[in-house]
């Protein structure tokens, strides 16, 4: 049985926890947590106690204490999974990414989608050429939180609105399945609570390939459109039958998380019939696969599905909206 610990018991720790439960040839060793005093867990007093007592470590603290808690876990020799973002700043996961590659210890970013049968399918749909030359993306990411989710004060100040929370997980999904993207323009509102945290964020996205695409983030509009609604991933979200991504082709378009091609025998030609396509795949348990990964990367046994370096792809495209919304210019992305 494979050791896991984890650090941080609040929202998100409580699913690993679970996850741990549900992945085969895993077990919690215990769990670190200076504030939740909550739980039928073993517990550890210090992040150093709870690596000796594991043989990996998943980290799911505020955005804050990643940078610093990586760090320590990298000098321990301890493999971790770090829960998304990998940092708050690009800077400080550059760091983790340096720091990850001279050591050799693992560190994986917990972009969880990545595990999920969807996302596979979608990759293969798009690598094979079935889209033909990909033209435009678009990701929609409305999350109608209630007023006690914002109870915890850090989650209304920087860093901790819904783009490091929420949106990034899109930005991943989207820089796995599309590439690179090269420079984004940004606008964002914290009109109704007026916290530090953005509530909306709207962003044009330039790929590599020439591909644009926008980005629509919102955790203030009450609707279906986000991948929490719309994977049926997670019980404790209503599934919906909505789309979250949308991937347009020369010859085709790829609506997601509900695996829908739309192609034409004879097309482009807006004037002919188009087809619809239903790939039908089966609920992932995203998490717990995710977990089963960790257990292979901690044998040695396989490569880091998400890397630290991809986490910080990620955390680069988030900042650059941030930045892009701040100046009101186009933000390169290097």
Request: proline share 7%.
């Amino acid at each position: 049985m494979i050791r896991v610990g984890v650090a941080g018991a609040g929202l998100i720790g409580t699913q690993h926890i679970a996850a741990i439960e549900r992945a085969p040839g895993v077990q919690l060793s215990a769990v670190f947590d200076p504030v939740v005093e909550d739980g039928p867990w073993p517990r550890a007093g210090s992040l150093a106690e709870l690596a000796g007592m594991s043989d990996g470590v998943i980290l799911a603290v505020p955005n804050a204490l990643h940078a610093p808690m990586a760090m320590e876990l990298i000098g321990l020799g301890t493999p971790m999974l770090i829960e998304k973002p990998l940092t708050g700043t690009a800077a400080e996961g550059a760091e983790i990414v340096a720091a990850s590659a001279q050591s050799g210890v693992p560190v994986l970013v917990g972009h969880h989608r990545r595990h999920n049968p969807i996302i596979a399918k979608a990759h293969e749909i798009i690598a094979s050429g079935r889209l033909g030359q990909i033209t435009t993306v678009h990701g929609q990411c409305w999350l109608p939180k209630p007023d006690h989710y914002y109870d915890a004060a850090w989650r209304q100040g920087a860093g901790a609105g819904p783009l490091f929370i929420n949106l990034i997980h899109d930005v991943d999904v989207l820089l796995h399945l599309c590439g690179p993207i090269a420079q984004v323009q940004a606008l964002e509102s914290n009109a109704v609570r007026g916290a530090e945290a953005e509530e909306v964020s709207v962003a044009i996205l330039r790929f590599a390939s020439g591909a644009l695409g926008t980005l629509n983030l919102s955790d203030v509009a009450l609707g279906p459109w986000s991948w929490e609604l719309t994977a049926g991933e997670n019980p404790a979200y209503p599934k919906t039958d909505q789309s979250a991504y949308l991937i347009g082709g020369r010859q085709g378009s790829l609506a997601l998380p509900n695996l829908t091609v739309w192609s034409q025998a004879e097309g482009p030609d807006w004037w002919a019939p188009i087809d619809q396509t239903r790939v039908p795949l089966p609920l992932a348990d995203s998490l717990a696969a995710q977990i089963g990964h960790f257990a292979q990367v901690i044998l040695g046994k396989a490569a880091p599905l998400v890397s630290a370096a991809d986490g910080l792809r990620a955390v680069q495209v988030i900042e650059a909206i941030k930045i892009a919304a701040r100046a009101g210019t186009p933000v390169d992305i290097e």
